[in-house]
């Protein structure tokens, strides 16, 4: 038997106890497997909530077009102008107008509520008492996390663009430097901006995730992620930062917009992903390390 007489959710307990009662047949890596934490998670209300927000949001917005008053022309393009051009432009501004926001609280919501939860459930404790080790219960709940955030931010691009087409047509897509492609063409660049947002927003998944192991209340740590990208978005607009602006999370999140130009200029969006990236693997490692660490008695 084990010295270790703590309960089995005190931290290092777990596999002392695994070893003791856990059956023959027992498999550490067959326990908590994806099918059924996705099937969980897309069986919770807000999951369904959040996709289906995403869906009417291009609905929402074509109807908000169609009720609006034109007003007097002057001379000038603005993106709500072309927006109306064809559905890939259609498409751009929908991205446009929720990946500063929107899309940071559906990523910050899959991530920072997936651990919380349970432990304001008070069933985190059984879970880990099955015994599911520590590592993979987080690893399983950050992979199905990941696929509903991806899904979601792929879905609006692809929503945005089958209601843009039947109501604007499939026409070039025009930026606002009047540079214009065609409409396939814009279809893959718009699809590819929703890629880069993904990664892009890889440090509010981490950063989530950390502040979901690190407390019992879902609503603080999805807050808590939003409220470091606002700060962040405010401070970049500070130019007497001068180049520390560089080192901000936040500040390559609109450098997809390279996308719509004819000759795609990657620099800013190489800097990007090699930014979100870094911030992903410490804000992630330190998640590991503090799930790893922390009594589970809640």
């Known amino acids: ?8 959710t005190w931290k290092g307990t777990v596999g002392d106890l695994a ?4 059956p023959a047949r027992y498999r550490p890596g067959h326990t908590l497997p994806l099918r059924v934490e996705l099937r969980r998670q897309l069986l919770r209300r807000r999951t369904q909530v959040t996709f289906a927000l995403v869906t009417l949001l291009p609905v929402i917005l074509w109807i908000a077009f169609e009720l609006a008053d034109n007003g007097t022309p002057t001379g000038s393009v603005n993106l709500v102008d072309l927006a109306k051009g ?12 929720s990946s500063s926001f929107l899309l940071v ?11 919380a939860a349970e432990a304001s459930w008070s069933s985190l404790r059984y879970l880990l008492a099955a015994p599911i080790p520590r590592a993979r219960l987080l690893r399983q709940k950050a992979v199905v996390s990941g696929v509903l955030s ?6 609006l691009p692809v929503v945005s663009l089958v209601v843009g087409a039947l109501a604007y047509g499939t026409g070039d897509l025009v930026s606002p430097t009047g540079e214009s492609l065609t409409f396939w ?4 660049r718009v699809l590819l901006a929703a890629l880069y947002i993904a990664v892009q927003l890889s440090w509010v998944a981490a950063l989530a995730l950390l502040l979901s192991v690190s407390t019992d209340a879902p609503l603080g740590a999805v807050g808590g992620a939003v ?15 001068e180049d520390l602006r560089n080192y901000l999370p936040t500040h390559y999140d ?25 911030y992903a693997a410490v804000l992630g490692g330190l998640a590991v390390w503090q799930f790893r660490r922390k009594d589970v008695t809640s």
């Open 1 to 8: 038997m084990t010295t270790n007489d703590g309960p089995s």
């Open 19 to 22: 070893d003791d009662v856990r």
């Open 86 to 97: 064809s559905g890939a432009n259609f498409a751009v501004f929908a991205l446009f107008a």
């Open 105 to 115: 609280v559906v990523v910050a919501l899959f991530f920072g509520d997936t651990v």
């Open 150 to 155: 991806v899904a979601a931010l792929l879905l």
């Open 185 to 188: 063409t814009g279809v893959g």
């Open 227 to 241: 409220t470091v990208s606002i700060v962040s978005q405010i401070l970049d607009q500070i130019t007497a930062l």
């Open 254 to 278: 609109g450098a997809w917009a390279g996308l719509l130009a004819g000759q795609v200029d990657w620099g800013d969006m190489t800097r990007g992903v090699f930014s979100a990236v870094c």
